[in-house]
């Protein structure tokens, strides 16, 4: 993977080095509409969350500039809980760019094939991203595969059921070192619990800790911490209205009375009417409320896209919820790992294997991702005319082994 060149626009692909990265910031700056560009303690947070050699850059010979750098990708090696089965490693695509001089001349198709060719080769399962837009990516078998809901809540009208019986744990408002010493031990246990939660590897959380001003939105206090047991969370003050709101990072509640505790405390704060969140599509807060009206949901989106790489082995790494016997039909025109696989669920362990038999169910290998996490049943798919099944047997039986109890969340955008 050293400079190739690429046909017949005669860029050249190469992996970054230490000499490219003011350009690359200097390009990304420019493509994600960055008022400022990266302070030098977040370039150095960005350079230790990935290798040099993750980083695929384009440049234009031609350029009326020497070698103008043209195109950026890169990627995180991550890990994501899959239904049942445990955390798994995901390549994190991210940082795609290319310069608004040199775009719709296929640069990104150019990238992603080069960087499709190494998760290939060190046999990933699989491939995840946030998109900026919900168009490119399925071209490339990419489906939305966790969603979230943007919610506002109404404080003034937000008050938690009471239990009789059930006291309340201790939430405390934590200190810089508390949060360095508990938080990051807290959200590796609470990953374990959901379908999607993504693990945030030790260079992570410097930045997250840091709480730079400058990754601040504006007008918006640093982060107040709220420590349980069991879970945490963070809010800022955003006095970019009035009167001022606050504004929930992060909820991470392991147990169900740690999510219950924490809320307590946030739909308890004073002189502030209004609280944002963002938070899982089934999150009980609602139901947890003496009036669930306060709850508004204002939005939902998709947080985190998922494509197989490997149909059999991502099949076989997750739990299911009944047993299936089907044989299915993977499209995939991008890379051409598709084919027909029967797929046997029994005790909620799936057997996968190349097939020649009639196909029962077939399905682009987007929709397939779209599935895996549990967020999309296969009958909404159906609906829509993008999986087909050889009757309305097959297609319960596909849904019942698909779904999960608790519905994917990534927790981390990247
Ligand atoms: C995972 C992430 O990082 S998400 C961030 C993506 N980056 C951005 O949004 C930054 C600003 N935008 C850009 O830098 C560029 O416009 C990019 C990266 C989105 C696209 O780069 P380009 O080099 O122009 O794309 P390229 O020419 O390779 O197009 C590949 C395919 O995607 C399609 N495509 C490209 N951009 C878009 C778009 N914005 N909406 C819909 N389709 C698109 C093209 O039509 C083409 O389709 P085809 O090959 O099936 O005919």
Redesign the pocket.
């Known amino acids: 993977m050293s400079n190739t060149q690429t046909e017949p626009s005669a860029l050249t692909v190469a992996r970054a080095t230490d000499a490219d990265w003011t350009e690359i910031f200097a390009a990304d700056a420019r493509?994600?509409l960055m008022t400022n560009p990266l302070s030098e303690a977040e370039q150095a947070d960005l350079r230790a969350k990935v290798a040099d050699d993750d980083v695929v850059l384009v440049r234009d010979p031609d350029g009326v500039a020497d070698h103008p750098l043209v195109?950026v990708?890169m990627y995180y090696r991550m890990t994501m809980t899959v239904p049942g089965g445990g955390p798994q490693s995901a390549a994190g695509?991210?940082?795609?760019?290319?310069?608004?001089t040199?775009?719709?001349?296929?640069?990104?198709?150019?990238?992603?094939t080069e960087l499709f060719d190494q998760w290939e080769a060190e046999k990933q399962v699989f491939a995840i991203?946030?998109?900026?837009?919900a168009?490119?990516?399925e071209?490339f078998g990419f489906g939305p595969a966790c969603f979230a809901q943007n919610v506002a809540v109404d404080l003034t009208a937000a008050r938690m059921r009471q239990r009789a019986d059930r006291t309340p744990a201790s939430v405390n408002y934590a200190t810089d070192e508390d949060v360095a010493r508990l938080v990051p031990d807290l959200h590796a246990r609470w990953t374990a619990t959901r379908p999607g939660a993504l693990t945030r590897p030790t260079a992570w959380w410097g930045q997250i800790l840091a709480d730079r001003q400058s990754r601040r939105p504006a007008h918006h206090s640093g982060l107040h911490y709220l420590i349980h047991a069991d879970g945490y969370a963070s809010y800022r003050i955003d006095q970019s209205v009035e009167p001022p709101r606050a504004a929930i990072e992060e909820v991470v509640a392991i147990t169900e009375q740690a999510h219950t505790d924490l809320w307590r405390v946030l739909v308890g704060l004073d002189l502030t009417p209004r609280a944002t969140a963002l938070i899982a599509v089934d999150d009980p807060l609602p139901a947890k409320l003496t009036n669930h009206r306060a709850v508004a949901v204002t939005g939902i989106e998709d947080r985190m896209?998922l494509r197989i790489l490997d149909v059999p082995r991502a099949l076989g790494a997750r739990r299911y919820s009944g047993d299936l016997d089907a044989v299915i039909e993977v499209v995939d025109d991008f890379r051409g790992h598709g084919g027909v696989f029967d797929m046997t669920v029994r005790h909620g362990g799936a057997i996968v294997a190349p097939s020649s038999a009639k196909p029962t169910v077939r399905l682009d290998i987007s929709v397939l991702s779209s599935m895996f996490l549990g967020s999309v049943p296969a009958r909404t798919f159906a609906a829509a005319d993008r999986l087909w099944t050889d009757g309305p047997d097959t297609l319960d039986a596909l849904d019942q082994a698909f779904a999960t109890g608790v519905a994917p969340f990534a927790g981390t955008f990247f």
Not at 93 to 100: C, G
Not at 102 to 111: D, V
């Open positions: 493509a994600f195109g990708s695509l991210s940082w795609v760019s290319v310069a608004a040199h775009r719709r001349r296929g640069i990104l198709r150019t990238m992603i991203l946030t998109a900026t837009e168009t490119i990516y071209r896209w």
